[in-house]
């Protein structure tokens, strides 16, 4: 599943259509009517975490890719077009993923105090809410979009290794100083991702996930399924808060 280093490229590469109409609208997309996009202009692109936002005067479209999801832009791929978009200059195609439109101001529909990669993201408040789920292991709260819009499986992965701290620690069991390293390494490590992801290097700098080999101690890493997702970590250098 994308995480929001990628949706935010993907938003840069979008706005090149702001102020342009939609001359069409086609796919397979049916949980809104399509023509309602039709002669509508750009007016802004956003993100919240791993969705896109594409502004139109009156309502937004919300995509997000889901699991499996693409996009091509000025170009087509082999696959069930879900929504293609095309416009005065240039056209944009999505394929399995999930779109709707959302009708209220963004404002309403959206915190953006809890979207990791916005200006706008509070560290405090999500200090406050992490605290209010003692009993969550770290790495599950982490991926909570609720507290943490944007973060995926690779980021918590790869903070937690950052910080030195096991995946199965207890919120509650760690302090409040170390639960604050884990929030500002995240707003890093995801900005860091987000330039290796625009310059095509993102995978070659990750150091834990899908590694074999700790990078620090040379011990095996471990991969275990926790949840839905294989989480990578080493059991020597994270400490587990109990």
Request: charged letters at 30%; proline letters at 4%.
């Amino acid at each position: 599943m994308p995480e929001a280093p990628t949706v935010l490229l993907l938003a840069e590469q979008t706005k090149q259509f702001i102020g342009q109409k939609v001359l069409s609208a086609e796919g397979k997309a049916s949980k809104f009517d399509k023509s309602r996009l039709v002669g509508q202009p750009v007016t802004a692109v956003k993100t919240f975490g791993k969705e896109l936002l594409i502004c139109f005067p009156d309502f937004t479209l919300r995509v997000h890719l889901m699991l499996f999801g693409s996009y091509t832009i000025n170009n087509h791929k082999n696959g069930i077009l879900h929504l293609g978009l095309e416009f005065q200059k240039g056209e944009l195609n999505f394929y399995a993923c999930d779109t709707r439109l959302i009708e209220e101001p963004l404002e309403e529909a959206y915190d953006f105090r809890r979207e990791v990669m916005n200006e706008r993201f509070d560290k405090k408040l999500a200090l406050s809410d992490l605290k209010k789920k003692p009993k969550l292991a770290i790495v599950d709260a982490l991926i909570d979009q609720n507290l943490f819009a944007g973060i995926g499986n690779k980021i918590r992965n790869e903070v937690l290794f950052l910080v030195g701290v096991h995946p199965l620690s207890k919120v509650n069991a760690i302090d409040d100083d170390k639960l604050m390293e884990i929030i500002e390494a995240c707003v890093t490590f995801m900005f860091r991702m987000f330039e290796w992801k625009k310059a095509g290097v993102q995978d070659e700098n990750l150091v834990i996930y899908k590694r074999e080999e700790c990078p620090r101690d040379k011990m095996p890493v471990i991969a275990e399924k926790l949840g839905s997702r294989v989480i990578y970590y080493c059991d020597k250098c994270q400490e587990l808060y109990e």
